[in-house]
């Protein structure tokens, strides 16, 4: 079965800080990875989605990256913005047909001005 | 309109009431899905349609949770009998599929259940 997790839960950060999300997954046979945001009382929205080829994307100031074989996937924000303040959730769609997402619990990110 | 839409965006009932939640796909997306949003427990997959057919209904809790579909487009969960641990966000997503390439879910807002 597969699991997600993200490390750190929460994390603090003053303005312009360049900062790293982690998120690690036990299945490597995996389609693709999505990153997504979350604000307060809101859906999620699509940040980046990387596929199981692919070694990063990039938009913006975002930078996702991807390990397969070492089960592991980053998110790097440069110059931080109180903006950038959110929950940023991890998602993986494994392979065998499964159209579903597997979470992790996500990081919640709190940029002071 | 442009994105995924869910009603009512907040209900609250008494335990032992049916509920029925609702979702509006964007317009042209094949694929839709519902997940719950739980304190603790994080996003959870609950059911996939492609289409009218759901082929992937491996998340549902119990045989209190149904789903369907209609035209391709309207979908509503339906939970029977709420119990207090149904209280949680659920959230309906939809995607293109079959376009040769990946492509993401976009998500609505969610409905926020509430069960007394």
């Known amino acids: 079965k597969q699991e997600v997790t993200q490390i750190p839960a929460a994390l603090s950060v003053p303005e312009g800080e360049n900062l790293v999300l982690n998120c690690s997954f036990t299945?490597?046979?995996?389609?693709?990875l999505q990153w997504f945001r979350q604000d307060p009382g809101k859906g999620l929205t699509s940040l980046l989605l990387i596929q199981s080829s692919q070694r990063e994307q990039t938009s913006g100031r975002l930078n996702a990256s991807l390990d397969k074989s070492s089960g592991r996937s980053t998110l790097y924000i440069a110059a931080s913005q109180p903006g950038d303040s959110a929950t940023y959730l991890c998602a993986v769609r494994g392979r065998g047909g499964s159209e579903k997402l597997v979470f992790g619990k996500g990081t919640k990110l709190t940029v002071n001005p | 309109g442009a994105g995924v839409s869910q009603s009512p965006s907040n209900k609250v009932t008494e335990k032992g009431k049916d509920v029925e939640l609702r979702c509006d796909p964007i317009?042209?997306?094949?694929?839709l899905y519902w997940y719950r949003q739980s304190l603790g427990q994080g996003l959870e997959f609950l059911i996939y349609?492609?289409?009218?057919?759901?082929?992937?209904k491996s998340g549902l809790p119990s045989d209190r949770f149904s789903a369907e579909r209609t035209g391709g487009s309207v979908s509503t969960l339906t939970i029977q009998r709420t119990q207090q641990e149904d209280s949680a966000v659920y959230l309906c997503?939809?995607?293109?599929?079959?376009?040769?390439?990946?492509?993401?879910?976009?998500f609505g807002d969610g409905t926020r259940l509430s069960i007394l």
């Open positions: 997503a939809s995607s293109l599929i079959g376009t040769g390439a990946d492509q993401p879910q976009h």
């Open positions: 349609f492609q289409g009218n057919s759901a082929p992937d």
């Open positions: 299945d490597s046979a995996i389609y693709n």
């Open positions: 317009s042209g997306h094949t694929a």
